[in-house]
């Protein structure tokens, strides 16, 4: 498989953290601040809790400042709002993230509107959503913010080109549309979902293929049109008895299939997944120079 064709989402998301890690130490050392990152870990999700890990791990690597509150999968949302204010009120930390989802009993959006907009480094607060959708500064979400960083650093072509996106989730559909609809990206953009009516109709037209459907394989060559760049956001997990674990990671999209076919597509694993983690890390730097200007 040529390279020229594979979004490598590894080498790209550590030359990233390379970056900040050298902005970094020169923030430490010039005034004397360390990058704060604090997490809230609500009971005991596997994929939650390895998240933290991987998160907490790259704050280690970075020279950054974390601490992660856990609590019981019981604990009330009083208890969530506690910690919330608390880090809101900590000068030493910059961002603020609570590892979704969340019980149910706890309700999802109070949780998000109780985080300073000024540390949401999720990128999931109102005031970061709307003011993303009117073109103001604001923290991106970590994932479409990471989709946008690997176009650009695989010098894919955006202006004026059709990009179609499949999901309108809040966490990657919605805010990927408008990243892609920025003056610096310049793209015409489409949002298909699960009553479009005829999804290849649409994506035998598109440049560019986002796919954040939840659905293993969902894109298949016959639905893409020659020379696309295909962005596959989808992670699953499929049978298979090879594998010591019983099961495979796939996409959304049928990489062996659209493989030949597009121009350039990034894989799974080893696509948006690392991207994620280092534009959590990209944000959270960013709060701690004060660099977006509310």
């Known amino acids: 498989m040529s390279n020229n064709k594979i979004i490598d989402g590894k080498s790209i998301s550590a030359q990233i953290k390379d970056e900040i890690k050298l902005e970094t130490q020169k923030l430490t050392e010039t005034q004397g601040i360390i990058p704060g990152l604090a997490f809230i870990l609500v009971g005991e999700n596997p994929a939650s809790q390895m998240y933290v890990r991987s998160k907490g791990k ?64 999720d990128g999931f607060h109102p005031q970061n959503a709307g003011r993303l959708l009117i073109g103001k500064d604001c923290f991106y979400p970590c994932t479409p913010y990471g989709i946008v ?28 549309a408008n990243l892609l609809l920025k003056k610096d990206i310049n793209c015409t953009v489409s949002v298909c979902h699960s009553f479009t009516k005829d999804i290849k109709e649409h994506t035998l037209n598109a440049d560019i293929l986002i796919v954040a459907i939840g659905k293993p394989n969902f894109l298949t060559a016959d639905m893409i049109k020659e020379g696309c760049t295909i962005i596959d956001v989808g992670i699953n997990r499929i049978p298979d008895n090879t ?23 990034s894989p799974v694993p080893g696509g948006v997944g690392p991207m994620t983690i280092a534009m959590l890390m990209n944000n959270t730097l960013k709060s701690a120079k004060g660099e977006i200007q509310f």
Not at 156 to 163: C, F, I, L, P, Q
């Open 58 to 121: 790259a704050c280690e690597e970075l020279g950054f400042y974390s601490i992660t509150e856990r609590l019981d999968e019981n604990a009330p949302e009083e208890e969530v709002l506690f910690f919330i204010k608390k880090f809101n009120q900590n000068n030493k930390i910059h961002g603020i993230l609570v590892q979704l989802p969340l019980p149910s009993h706890i309700n999802e959006f109070k949780i998000i509107e109780a985080i300073d907009f000024r540390k949401d480094v």
């Open 149 to 176: 960083e690997l176009l650009k650093r695989s010098g894919v072509e955006t202006k004026g080109k059709n990009a179609v996106v499949i999901g309108r989730s809040n966490i990657v559909g919605k805010p990927v």
């Open 243 to 265: 594998k010591k674990t019983g099961y495979r990671t796939v996409g959304d999209v049928d990489f062996e299939g659209c493989y030949e076919k597009c121009g350039k597509i």
